[in-house]
């Protein structure tokens, strides 16, 4: 398994400003993910960031609202831009999980809780 | 258009009894999916996946089934216990393995004593 963290773990901030949350990770993955997870839904899954090239966002997510980072095989950043409070929710990175060559599992962080005033 | 769904939004179980969490998917090419399960103030901490060729695997006191001519699938926990109240999450993927996870609602289940 993974051992995953996020930084912040929470904020508070105000509409119209920026946010970068951080993933680590303890190990080298090639996949790390992005999910949102918006008060009393299920997670969605928001971008797939590998390193050394671009994020492939999911229907309804673009990069200029959430422009995500994957600098090296251990780190990963998301942005939430311009923000308003329907952007309040908790936001989660996940990586790959390995049985052999198969993906079989996504391990998670603990997660970011943003509260948009 | 919510592809994964779980219309059970809790569950309250005895302790020792089994606990049935049932899930509902709409999108045929689905051909994995995983359980995870949630306590409050974590992220989702995997439990167990079935791959679209068996309809049974199990791993200590969890057992999922996969009925794929009925596009639903169940996770038993035999006994609960306690330490088994989170939200359970069932996760669908039409990749291979797990990528491009879809997720259910979440289920709350509570274990009694």
């Known amino acids: 398994s993974a051992v995953i963290s996020q930084k912040p773990s929470r904020d508070i901030c105000q509409r119209g400003t920026s946010l970068t949350i951080q993933c680590q990770v303890d190990s080298q993955v090639t996949m790390m993910f992005w999910y949102r997870q918006q008060p009393g839904q299920s997670l969605t899954l928001i971008a797939t960031a590998n390193q050394g090239s671009e994020a492939t966002y999911e229907s309804g997510f673009v990069i200029d609202k959430f422009p995500i980072s994957r600098p090296n095989l251990t780190f990963s950043t998301l942005t939430v831009s311009n923000m308003s409070p329907e952007d309040s929710s908790i936001y989660l990175c996940?990586?790959?999980?390995?049985?052999?060559?198969?993906?079989?599992?996504?391990?998670f962080g603990p997660g970011t809780r943003l509260t948009v005033l | 258009d919510q592809q994964v769904k779980q219309n059970s939004p809790s569950l309250s179980v005895q302790e020792g009894r089994i606990s049935i969490l049932n899930c509902d998917y709409t999108n045929s090419m689905f051909d994995y999916f995983l359980w995870y399960k949630k306590y409050p103030a974590e992220g989702p901490t995997f439990l167990i996946s079935i791959s679209s060729i068996k309809d049974k695997n199990e791993d200590g006191r969890f057992t999922v089934f996969l009925n794929k001519s009925a596009k639903h699938l169940s996770l038993h926990i035999v006994p609960s216990q306690p330490g088994d109240s989170a939200v359970y999450f069932c996760?669908?993927?039409?990749?291979?393995?797990?990528?491009?996870?879809?997720f259910g609602q979440g289920t709350r289940l509570t274990i009694n004593p």
């Open positions: 996940s990586v790959e999980g390995y049985s052999g060559s198969f993906t079989d599992t996504q391990y």
């Open positions: 996760a669908a993927s039409a990749i291979e393995g797990a990528q491009k996870l879809v």
